[in-house]
C-alpha cells in the first residue's frame, strides 16, 4: 500500500527558478503559504527577512527582466510589516 500524497501545506513553499513560481503551490512567490513561514522563521529579525528577500529580489530581476521592476520590488517587499518608528 501506498501513502498518501502529504497536503501541500506541509511542504515548503519555495521558489522555483527562473519563473519564481511556488514549488508546492505554483502562485507567484511568494505565495501566501510562505510568507508566513517567513514571517515565523524571521520573528524577530526584520532585517534578516528583508536582507533575505532583497537576495531573492535580486534574482528575481534577474531571471525575469520583462517583468516590471516596481511591481516585483512590491510582490517581494510590501508585504513586510514595517517596525514602527
Excluded: E, K
Excluded at 506541509?10 to 513561514?37: D, N, Q, V
Excluded at 520573528?43 to 532583497?54: I, Q
Amino acid at each position: 500500500m501506498t501513502s498518501p500524497r502529504p497536503h501541500s501545506r506541509f511542504r515548503p513553499h519555495t521558489p522555483t527558478r527562473p519563473t519564481f513560481r511556488c514549488r508546492t503551490c505554483g502562485a507567484a512567490w511568494p505565495c501566501s503559504p510562505a510568507r508566513l513561514s517567513l514571517l515565523v522563521a524571521y520573528r524577530g529579525d526584520p532585517l534578516g527577512l528583508l536582507t533575505y528577500l532583497s537576495a531573492q529580489l535580486h534574482r528575481a530581476r534577474h531571471d525575469l527582466p520583462h517583468l516590471d521592476p516596481a511591481g516585483l520590488s512590491a510582490r517581494f517587499l510590501d508585504w513586510v510589516p514595517r517596525q514602527p518608528r
